[in-house]
């Protein structure tokens, strides 16, 4: 299966769940890979050629407000998704969003600081796409946004626990499907709580395969926001994947 098919496969599975909000304290959920699948594919579509092999891949948690929320790309902050990663595709209208907000698209306004760190830190140091994702891929865990009654973010392990048995069998398979695809040396976790969640997967599966995990670059993560980037390549680099023009 490649990245590209698993990811329909992921959004086809998660399909219904927004129509399932409200949900207790998750007043909102969002799938970003319905609704902004069109970028999302340009991402793959461009990034993974098929038979492609990767050293590593990341993994986020899942979607922030002003990230893939707008753009269907991970981490995808929309001034560098329309900048350096340069996707485009049409972004649709959600059937329920909170007003505080909105779905503006990859023409958004606002901007996702984990996002701007993380490929803010790959142009620093590959200075194209390309040259990194011959080394690497990003993808998230979970492809879907919850939010509470004021707009909130709400992590995965936040949900309720119907929830989270309702889309973490689909978001276990397609972290499966990723890795069987791109055959990494490494699997790294954007984050301490997804990096459990790959191992534990990854082992059930009896797949063989490193699981490390680097900083998360929020800016709710003090140790972030004291230099999210030096932190991030000296883990990088511990790891036997340095990155280049180290800054």
Not at 72 to 79: A, M
Not at 87 to 99: F, N, S
Not at 139 to 162: H, M
Not at 209 to 228: C, D, E, F, K
Request: with cysteine; charged share 20%; glycine share 8%.
């Amino acid at each position: 299966m490649t990245v590209l098919e698993a990811a329909v496969r992921l959004r086809e599975a998660v399909r219904e769940l927004p129509g399932r909000a409200p949900a207790g304290k998750v007043a909102f959920i969002l799938n970003p890979l319905e609704y902004a699948w069109e970028p999302h594919a340009a991402y793959v579509s461009r990034f993974v050629p098929p038979g492609h092999q990767v050293e590593a891949v990341f993994f986020g948690m899942n979607p922030g407000p002003w990230g893939m929320a707008q753009t269907g790309v991970p981490f995808g902050s929309p001034d560098l998704v329309r900048e350096f990663l340069e996707i485009d595709g049409t972004v649709l209208q959600p059937p329920r969003v909170h007003p505080a907000r909105p779905i503006e698209g990859i023409r958004c306004h606002r901007n996702e600081v984990s996002g701007q760190r993380l490929w803010g830190t790959v142009r620093a140091c590959f200075g194209t796409p390309d040259r990194f994702f011959e080394r690497f891929f990003v993808a998230n865990y979970c492809p879907l946004v919850f939010q509470g009654e004021s707009g909130t973010n709400i992590t995965p392990d936040k949900t309720p626990r119907w929830l989270r048995e309702a889309f973490e069998p689909a978001c276990a398979d397609h972290l499966l499907a990723v890795v069987r695809s791109l055959r990494p040396v490494t699997v790294i976790g954007v984050g301490k709580w997804v990096t459990a969640r790959a191992g534990r997967i990854l082992r059930d599966a009896g797949i063989d395969v490193r699981v490390a995990s680097i900083l998360h670059p929020s800016p709710a993560s003090p140790a972030a926001n004291r230099g999210w980037r030096e932190a991030a390549l000296r883990q990088l680099e511990a790891l036997g994947h340095p990155w280049p023009g180290r800054v």
